[in-house]
């Protein structure tokens, strides 16, 4: 189908998406190589590539991060329950593909503001009953734990495995660790977070001053970059799984990695056990 085409056909089915502003769920869905973009999505992310080439980088780096992450914590931590905040696009690879590989019982929510990304899930997901999909913003926790496909589907008296991928660097508020407890105090003991977080690893100064100039005309607008010491500090309550905070590319890979290529991703990923609570 031609481009405009598939635009416009996209278009009428999600009549409520916010078409005049590119956005960054769809920008990375087309640096993943997805359909679920529009043309001003496609302009704005080539715009970032040319002054930031890493930023491809950042997307399949940031990828792998979350299917290694999902891995471990279906097979090693026995978690069979994720809430995805900020899940984006449905591509190659989600949160449910890569659980119910390894525990075909695991079940899913997905959470994003972005109605083509949830458009698309629903689209994708068909009828399977062990994932959901929740049009709502993760900054209203009291919302989102509160939602028919989130209160319906997981079990908050057992383990639940919130993953927050790229999301709190592009939340309003830098004070990602409030909006993390809100939902770390609705988990048990043996629940999971799993993080990942824009870093400047590779990126010159004038790279970040382009993209937040770039982000401003986003419908997010704000870009929270974090170190590693920020990252941890996310993790309250929580013990951090070995090898702790690190660059994504780095957490448990299945491959070597080379210094170079992880510090071009310019993201830092962890993942953490939720500890007993005090008596």
């Known amino acids: 189908m031609h481009q405009k085409s598939r635009d416009a056909e996209l278009a009428a089915r999600v009549s409520h998406a916010d078409l005049d502003s590119p956005n960054i769920a769809r920008m990375y869905d087309y640096l993943l190589g ?38 471990f914590l279906t097979t090693e931590a026995g978690i069979d329950q994720f809430i995805d905040l900020g899940s984006g696009v449905p591509t190659v690879g989600n949160v449910h593909e890569i659980a119910q590989a390894h525990n075909p019982e695991a079940r899913v929510a997905y959470v994003d503001w972005e109605a083509v990304a949830c458009h698309h899930a629903r689209h994708l997901l068909g009828d399977d009953e062990r994932v959901t999909v929740t049009e709502a913003d993760v900054c209203d926790p009291d919302a989102v734990l509160n939602a028919p496909g989130v209160t319906g589907l997981l079990d908050f008296s057992r383990p639940v495995a919130v993953l927050a991928f790229g999301i709190l660097d592009i939340i309003p508020s830098p004070d990602g660790a409030s909006l993390v407890a809100h939902y770390r105090d609705a988990c048990v003991p043996g629940s999971a ?28 607008p704000q870009m929270h970059i974090r170190n590693a010491e920020e990252v941890a500090a996310l993790f309250p309550g929580y013990t951090l799984v070995e090898p702790g905070v690190v660059p994504a590319a780095y957490w448990r890979p299945d491959h070597p990695v080379d210094d170079a290529a992880a510090r071009r991703g310019n993201v830092l990923g962890a993942v953490g056990l939720l500890d007993p609570k005090p008596a």
């Open 193 to 220: 977070l799993a993080v990942s977080n824009n870093a400047q690893l590779s990126r010159t100064d004038e790279e970040i001053a382009e993209l937040r100039a770039l982000l401003a005309e986003t419908s997010t």
């Open 34 to 71: 997805g359909s679920a973009n529009f043309a001003i999505d496609r302009e704005t992310a080539e715009r970032a590539l040319e002054f930031a080439p890493t930023e491809r980088d950042y997307c399949y780096i940031n990828r792998g991060f979350l299917g290694r992450a999902v891995r």
